[in-house]
């Protein structure tokens, strides 16, 4: 970083990544969100992206959207190992 910038920065903060359970809720909320109360991810698809993504929001939902759409496209009702990205 040059240095004219790193001085104007007076907080820093390191993101470390959410662990699988938050990962699991982190997705489960956002299903909330968008009105649907059943399971969409089974838990070995969940277990794969939170390892993918190594737990980071931005990257869980990069990783999530594609599964979505890969099951939507194999007619499945569920977002399965084979459909979550890994």
């Known amino acids: 970083m040059p240095a004219a910038l790193d ?3 007076s907080v820093r903060h390191h993101m470390t990544g959410m662990t699988t359970e938050e990962t699991a809720d982190y997705i489960r909320h956002h ?3 968008a009105r649907r109360s059943d399971p969409l ?3 070995d698809a969940i277990a794969l992206v939170h390892e993918t993504a ?3 929001p931005r990257s869980v939902n990069n ?3 594609p599964s979505m759409l890969a099951t939507y496209a194999a007619d499945k009702a569920i977002v399965d190992e084979s459909a979550a990205p890994g």
């Open 7 to 9: 001085q104007r920065i």
């Open 31 to 33: 299903m909330t969100l």
């Open 41 to 43: 991810f089974s838990d």
């Open 54 to 56: 190594r737990g980071h």
């Open 63 to 65: 990783l999530g959207r």
